[in-house]
């Protein structure tokens, strides 16, 4: 997908949080920390501070943080 969009796309960080709740699922718990960031520094820029698609990644963080 990087490879058609831009490094710098909505899409890209979707993907991320997408790639990240797996990695929750999957008890990779660093890893989906570290997709969520990015994700959620990426929606911020795009989007906005409260935009919906903004909020949930930034909500998958906190529950996954309050989780450890």
């Known amino acids: 997908m ?3 969009l831009s490094e710098a796309h909505p899409a890209i960080a979707r993907s991320l949080n997408n790639l990240a709740l797996l990695y ?7 890893e989906a ?4 960031l990015e994700a959620s520094a990426m929606m ?3 989007l906005g501070e409260a ?3 903004t909020i ?3 909500q998958n963080l906190e529950r ?4 450890l």
Do not use: D, I
């Open 24 to 30: 929750e699922s999957q008890g990779r718990y660093k």
């Open 51 to 53: 935009h919906p698609e």
């Open 33 to 36: 920390e570290l997709l969520y």
């Open 2 to 4: 990087k490879q058609s």
């Open 56 to 58: 949930t990644v930034r």
């Open 64 to 67: 996954l943080v309050a989780e």
């Open 44 to 46: 911020k820029q795009f």
